[in-house]
């Protein structure tokens, strides 16, 4: 099975700090992805990785950038945290996109508070 | 603008009846249709999913239904069990993309 994890299931932080997000996954794929849950506003994607060094902006990007040094870890970076950016913090991978569907695997979540 | 709606935040079954989950999408390009269930403070986890190819697919007590020209798919949970009870959300792709559209998604609880 599929593993992808996040290194931290809860954090608290303080406004203007700058905060680090970590995933890794151990199955070999190509795209991960890193979205945010909000209530009544389902899961938004911020930004994701196609391949090493790779990235792209995804809805909603703004305040944030995104690191992939290595094929398993892809990092979100809070440049200055503010109160808005307080969400469930979801990590994603999948296979490389070809003629056959393929579907995204999740850690379980970071749930980040910024006081 | 939301290319993939979930237009009921919430939906309680009894035990034992059926639920059923509906999605909407705008985007006549999307051709690959997921639904993943989501309990609290856990990451979402795959459920079923179905290509544009087809209209309907099975997989145990659930049963996913696309409908192309109404763009409208649904996800129908028949016996539902109180274990059931999570948020699912609805989930859209195309081919040559590596985005993934999801839904606002909608909170089910089976009651005993």
């Known amino acids: 099975d599929v593993k992808v994890t996040q290194s931290s299931r809860y954090l608290v932080k303080r406004t203007g700090e700058k905060v680090f997000l970590e995933c890794v996954q151990d199955m070999d794929h190509e795209n991960m992805f890193w979205y945010r849950q909000d209530p009544g506003l389902g899961l938004r994607l911020i930004y994701f990785s196609y391949d090493v060094k790779m990235k792209e902006k995804g809805d909603i990007p703004e305040g944030y950038s995104v690191s992939r040094e290595k094929k398993e870890r892809f990092s979100l970076i809070l440049e200055s945290a503010s109160t808005n950016q307080t969400s469930m913090y979801l990590c994603a991978s999948s296979r490389e996109q070809g003629p056959s569907e393929e579907k995204l695997f999740f850690g379980s979540g970071t749930q980040l508070s910024v006081l | 603008d939301q290319q993939v709606k979930q237009n009921s935040p919430s939906l309680s079954v009894q035990e034992g009846r059926i639920s059923i989950l509906n999605c909407d999408y705008t985007?006549?390009?999307?051709?690959?249709f997921l639904w993943y269930k989501k309990y609290p403070a856990e990451g979402p986890t795959f459920l079923i999913s179905?290509?544009?190819?087809?209209d309907k697919n099975e997989d145990g007590r659930f049963t996913v239904f696309l409908n192309k020209s109404a763009k409208h798919l649904s996800l129908h949970i028949v016996p539902s069990q109180p274990g059931d009870s999570a948020v699912y959300f609805c989930a859209a792709s195309y081919s040559g993309t590596y985005k993934y559209i999801f839904g606002t998604g909608t909170r089910l609880k089976v009651l005993a």
């Open positions: 179905i290509s544009s190819i087809k």
């Open positions: 985007n006549s390009m999307f051709d690959y």
